[in-house]
């Protein structure tokens, strides 16, 4: 990557190679094609020209040769302007073949989906446990009538957090890379998740894993084509202002497809602009003359496993907030006094070699540009025994690349890499994501009252829950909390800047009451 400004970009050799290997592995191999690539810089001087093809050299990027202004210049001879351009070896392609390579239908070749099968199957990450395996294997079970010719299938997975729904979509997305005829994606609607699992399968996976947006992937084929949906409840379906009784995106996407299987938690549902339900998708297949299967994760591999946990922190964000006294034992969870403490408690978990991270409701601007240095805009001033206090940091950065700047990465990478722990991030870069140890903060967008819940949208920063009424941000509002507070898989600390709020929770948990820290591998 290259920093133009504060852009950051990717270097022209690695640009010209990504169309090369997409040519290579996503073009029909009957049209015999070979594929060269180079980069013509049409502005770059002599010197620019020889600085990047320096920071090239030695790498995958030295293939593709760079060409600047002076490299072709005007009047240049056709012979020497073909050399340089390396094609003096061959010949014009006929009418026929150029008509043919535009109408030609892309599809990954199989020595692209073998080698992402062969990525996925070796990789720690997507290893399955119990009854993520089983759930593997009855997804097989429920798309094997498309072998037989018949295409019109949806499945549901639905699960809680730390169920693995994402590591059982890649490991199924490695098994369909493998069948005769395959033509699969893994489709997120997080473009964040996307992006983790796009860098840990490798790059060959672009284009069979990608972000679902508003436009479906490319190359579809209605009688082999099994597509993945990971992340559904974070699908843009409009339930609030669409006007057919089915999300819009869901029919568009079966229509172009055989089977079709969602990974759905209707809890995370955090925005009106987004998700589904079960019942709805149950409805849609009926209509649609689909067969339709359901398939529910009870057992969970994050929060240590704990039970306990997940159940109390469900009951303590709903409307009435039920939650009973914590009395578990085997997850670390209290309440932290102020924001000091909670970056003291996330710092030493780093020190230690553990991934901590600290969340926060999007209750405070966010204008900081999107390299560093980042603004220190969540601000919570708190007072103790010694006095007034001010705690001050920014929000995660909002560059799309994997890094930033040094020790701040990218939005996509805020959970996983270097530095990401000095940042604050939200429910967007942290949704789908998971580290040891979670810090979340609770914003003034909901307050506990002795009625329970009570929403205050106009505390709220984030635009996509602008208009509405406090009865309709409560659900989104808990959902988010419930998303942040179920990132750690060995320990939680809260904090709200409500004192009412922060009152209620420490009568429920108290301190540092810190359960056993399951050493065990979790997912």
Same mark, same amino acid.
């Given at each position: 990557?290259?920093?133009?400004?504060?852009?950051?970009?990717?270097?022209?050799?690695?640009?010209?190679?990504?169309?090369?290997?997409?040519?290579?592995?996503?073009?029909?191999?009957?049209?015999?094609?070979?594929?060269?690539?180079? !980069?013509?810089?049409?502005?770059?001087?002599?010197?620019?020209?020889?600085?990047?093809?320096?920071?090239?050299?030695?790498?995958?990027?030295?293939?593709?040769?760079?060409?600047?202004?002076? #490299?072709?210049?005007?009047?240049?001879?056709?012979?020497?302007?073909?050399?340089?351009?390396?094609?003096?070896?061959?010949?014009?392609?006929?009418?026929?073949?150029?008509?043919?390579?535009?109408?030609?239908?892309?599809?990954?070749?199989?020595?692209?989906?073998?080698?992402?099968?062969?990525?996925?199957?070796?990789?720690?990450?997507?290893?399955?446990?119990?009854?993520?395996?089983?759930?593997?294997?009855?997804?097989?079970?429920?798309?094997?009538?498309? /072998?037989?010719?018949?295409?019109?299938?949806?499945?549901?997975?639905?699960?809680?957090?730390?169920?693995?729904?994402?590591?059982?979509?890649?490991?199924?997305?490695?098994?369909?890379?493998?069948?005769? &005829?395959?033509?699969?994606?893994?489709?997120?609607?997080?473009?964040?998740?996307?992006?983790?699992?796009?860098?840990?399968?490798?790059?060959?996976?672009?284009?069979?894993?990608?972000?679902?947006?508003?436009?479906?992937?490319?190359?579809?084929?209605?009688?082999?084509?099994?597509?993945?949906?990971?992340?559904?409840?974070?699908?843009?379906?409009?339930?609030?202002?669409?006007?057919?009784?089915?999300?819009?995106?869901?029919?568009?996407?079966?229509?172009?497809?055989?089977?079709?299987?969602?990974f759905l938690d209707e809890r995370q549902i955090v925005r009106p602009?987004?998700?589904?339900?079960?019942?709805?998708?149950?409805?849609?297949?009926?209509?649609?003359?689909?067969?339709?299967?359901?398939?529910?994760?009870?057992?969970?591999?994050?929060?240590?496993?704990?039970?306990?946990?997940?159940?109390?922190?469900?009951?303590?964000?709903?409307?009435?907030?039920?939650?009973?006294?914590?009395?578990?034992?085997?997850?670390?969870?209290?309440?932290?006094?102020?924001?000091?403490?909670?970056?003291?408690?996330?710092? #030493?978990?780093?020190? !230690?070699?553990?991934?901590?991270?600290? #969340?926060?409701?999007?209750?405070?601007?966010?204008?900081?540009?999107?390299?560093?240095?980042?603004?220190?805009? /969540?601000?919570?001033?708190?007072?103790?025994?010694?006095?007034?206090?001010?705690?001050?940091?920014?929000?995660?950065?909002?560059?799309?690349?994997?890094?930033?700047?040094? &020790?701040?990465?990218?939005?996509?990478?805020?959970?996983?890499?270097?530095?990401?722990?000095?940042?604050?991030?939200?429910?967007? #870069?942290?949704?789908?994501?998971?580290?040891?140890?979670? !810090?979340?903060?609770?914003?003034? &967008?909901?307050?506990?009252?002795?009625?329970?819940?009570?929403?205050?949208?106009?505390?709220?920063? &984030?635009?996509?829950?602008?208009?509405?009424?406090?009865?309709?941000?409560?659900?989104?509002?808990?959902?988010?909390?419930?998303?942040?507070?179920?990132?750690?898989?060995?320990?939680?600390?809260?904090?709200?800047?409500?004192?009412?709020?922060?009152?209620?929770?420490?009568?429920?948990?108290?301190?540092?009451?810190?359960?056993?820290?399951?050493?065990?591998?979790?997912?």
């Open positions: 990557m290259l920093m133009v400004g504060s852009r950051e970009v990717l270097h022209p050799g690695r640009q010209v190679g990504g169309y090369v290997a997409y040519l290579n592995d996503w073009v029909p191999a009957e049209l015999d094609l070979e594929v060269r690539g180079l !980069a013509y810089l049409h502005n770059a001087s002599t010197e620019l020209v020889g600085h990047l093809s320096a920071l090239a050299a030695g790498g995958p990027s030295a293939a593709f040769p760079l060409l600047g202004a002076d #490299t072709l210049p005007e009047g240049i001879e056709a012979s020497l302007l073909a050399e340089r351009l390396q094609c003096a070896d061959v010949e014009p392609a006929d009418r026929h073949a150029v008509t043919n390579f535009l109408l030609a239908q892309h599809r990954p070749s199989a020595s692209l989906l073998a080698r992402v099968a062969g990525t996925i199957e070796g990789h720690d990450g997507f290893r399955l446990v119990g009854d993520q395996d089983k759930v593997r294997q009855t997804i097989h079970r429920a798309i094997e009538a498309i /072998v037989r010719g018949r295409s019109g299938h949806i499945v549901v997975v639905t699960g809680g957090p730390g169920t693995g729904k994402t590591a059982i979509a890649a490991r199924v997305m490695g098994d369909l890379c493998l069948r005769d &005829d395959a033509n699969p994606r893994l489709l997120s609607s997080s473009g964040t998740l996307t992006q983790q699992l796009t860098r840990a399968i490798g790059g060959p996976a672009k284009g069979l894993i990608s972000t679902l947006t508003t436009t479906l992937p490319r190359g579809l084929n209605k009688g082999s084509s099994i597509v993945l949906l990971d992340e559904a409840h974070r699908a843009r379906t409009d339930p609030l202002r669409r006007s057919s009784e089915f999300p819009d995106l869901f029919t568009r996407l079966i229509r172009d497809c055989a089977a079709l299987v969602l602009s987004e998700g589904t339900t079960l019942n709805e998708l149950r409805s849609l297949a009926r209509a649609r003359g689909y067969t339709f299967a359901h398939i529910d994760l009870t057992t969970q591999f994050r929060c240590g496993g704990s039970r306990a946990y997940l159940d109390w922190i469900d009951a303590l964000l709903t409307e009435d907030g039920q939650a009973l006294t914590w009395q578990g034992t085997d997850y670390d969870l209290a309440i932290a006094d102020n924001p000091a403490e909670l970056e003291d408690w996330v710092t #030493t978990h780093q020190h !230690a070699g553990r991934s901590a991270r600290i #969340t926060a409701g999007f209750c405070w601007p966010w204008d900081s540009p999107p390299t560093p240095p980042l603004w220190p805009e /969540v601000s919570i001033p708190w007072t103790n025994e010694t006095g007034d206090h001010l705690w001050q940091r920014p929000w995660n950065s909002g560059a799309g690349g994997i890094l930033a700047g040094a &020790d701040t990465p990218g939005r996509a990478f805020w959970a996983t890499d270097q530095g990401g722990h000095q940042q604050i991030g939200c429910v967007y #870069t942290a949704q789908g994501m998971e580290y040891d140890y979670s !810090a979340v903060i609770l914003g003034e &967008d909901i307050t506990w009252t002795s009625t329970g819940w009570q929403a205050r949208p106009e505390k709220s920063r &984030d635009s996509a829950l602008r208009g509405l009424s406090p009865r309709q941000y409560l659900r989104y509002a808990l959902n988010t909390y419930r998303v942040l507070a179920t990132r750690g898989t060995r320990g939680t600390r809260l904090y709200s800047t409500d004192p009412d709020t922060q009152s209620h929770l420490r009568a429920l948990v108290g301190h540092h009451l810190a359960g056993s820290n399951t050493e065990a591998y979790l997912r």
